[in-house]
Every structure is written in C-alpha cells, then in structure tokens.
T-cell receptor, first 119, second 109 residues
Framework: DTEVTQTPKHLVMGMTNKKSLKCEQH?????MYWYKQKAKKPPELMFV???????INESVPSRFSPECPNSSLLNLHLHALQPEDSALYLC??????????????????FGPGTRLTVL | GQNIDQPTEMTATEGAIVQINCTYQ??????LFWYQQHAGEAPTFLSY??LDGLEEKGRFSSFLSRSKGYSYLLLKELQMKDSASYLC??????????WGAGTKLIIKP
C-alpha cells in the first residue's frame, strides 16, 4: 500500500481567511514533504519533516505554516495568502529522508493534492 | 549549479515505442527517479535507478549512465492512457529531489 491521502481536494479562500490542508499516510514513513506545483511546472519543495521534526524550510513565506502532530499526519496552515499562491499543493512521504546504502527507500509517494484557489 | 534537462514535448503513436531522455547535473548523486503525472493529478512513481544499466518493469524500462549523466525512460506498446507528463528527478547529496520541467507525451491513435 503506497497511499497518501490529502484533504480537501479543492479549496477556495479569500486573502483574509485561515485554512488548513491535511495529509495522512499509514505506511510507517518517517519523512513527509509539502510541495507547491504551478501549471506546467515541476513540483517545488516547500518543507520537509524527518522524524516529526522540521528539517528543511525552503525559504517559504510565513503565511504558510507547517505542522507535524505525529508520524502519520502533516498539516499546512494557511493565513493571509495572495492570489499568486494559487496552485496544486502536494504532500509526499518516504521511508526515510536520508539513506546511506543503495536502495529505493527514499522514493517519495505523493498524495492526490489539494487544488487551492486564492481570490 | 544543479540542472535536469528533458524535452518539453513528444508525440508518439499508439502501439509504438517511445524513449524520453534526461540529462542531469547534481551536487552529488543518490539516484534518478521517473514519475508520471496526468494533468491535474499527483505524480506517480515509475522507477528509480542508482546503478548503471537498464531496469525493466513491464511496459516501462529506465536506463542510467552515471558517467554520462544520462537517463532515459522507455515506454513500449503505447496506450492512450500513457498520455501524460513524465518527470525526471535527480537526488542530490542532500537527498533532495532536483526536478526536470517534465516531458509532455502525446499519444495519437
């Protein structure tokens, strides 16, 4: 089972709203990721959690706030977003973030994404 | 700098074979991934290569040459459902994925 779930599928919000995106996996993966993807572009890494600790923040504006309540859940809290933040937000997970030996344990499995529109 | 290059778009015929090439430059190397992405959907993992050579998985195969910084994805017996974008991504020494812009594959009947 390589399933990562995300809710909601679609979200429309105003610039003054506060909303949250949720991601869940039950594969025992210890690394979880948030990506942002604009149309016809590759995914852009936003945040990485490794063993429930934030290990990478790719200079993301503070209006995006990640949270990892436990090893299965990852949230992205949104506040005061701009229209240019409209995109597909993807969650991914992998067994571990760093692996010393050859293997595919760093393969990232993606959730279906949340299509966010900021008005 | 780090860079992944792949063609923007390719067209092929149903039932035929197509090869999508990817060249990469990463700071360190921990493997090369291929993902398939249908429009509006999430990327789906296809293959991972870290050693030189060909990995075959059903109709899809992926090849890696580390000395040349080169990989390709080979799709055989093309089906209409194979119309999608194919993303090449290299994993660098920090175990981060460096993504190519994707190759949009159009399958014609």
């Amino acid at each position: 089972d390589t399933e990562v779930t995300q809710t909601p599928k679609h979200l429309v919000m105003g610039m003054t709203n506060k909303k949250s995106l949720k991601c869940e996996q039950h594969m025992g993966h210890r690394a979880m990721y948030w990506y942002k993807q604009k149309a016809k572009k590759p995914p852009e890494l936003m945040f990485v959690y490794s063993y429930e600790k934030l290990s990478i923040n790719e200079s993301v504006p503070s209006r995006f706030s990640p949270e990892c309540p436990n090893s299965s859940l990852l949230n992205l809290h949104l506040h005061a977003l701009q229209p240019e933040d409209s995109a597909l937000y993807l969650c991914a997970s992998s067994q571990v973030m760093r692996q010393g030996a050859y293997g595919s344990t760093d393969t990232q499995y993606f959730g279906p994404g949340t299509r966010l529109t900021v008005l | 700098g780090q860079n992944i290059d792949q063609p923007t778009e390719m067209t092929a015929t149903e039932g035929a074979i197509v090869q999508i090439n990817c060249t990469y430059q990463t700071s360190g190397f921990n493997g090369l991934f291929w993902y398939q992405q249908h429009a509006g959907e999430a990327p789906t993992f296809l293959s991972y290569n870290v050693l030189d050579g060909l990995e075959e998985k059903g109709r899809f195969s992926s090849f890696l040459s580390r000395s040349k910084g080169y990989s390709y994805l080979l799709l055989k017996e093309l089906q209409m459902k194979d119309s999608a974008s194919y993303l090449c991504a290299g994993m660098d020494s920090n175990y981060q994925l460096i993504w190519g812009a994707g190759t949009k594959l159009i399958i014609k009947p």
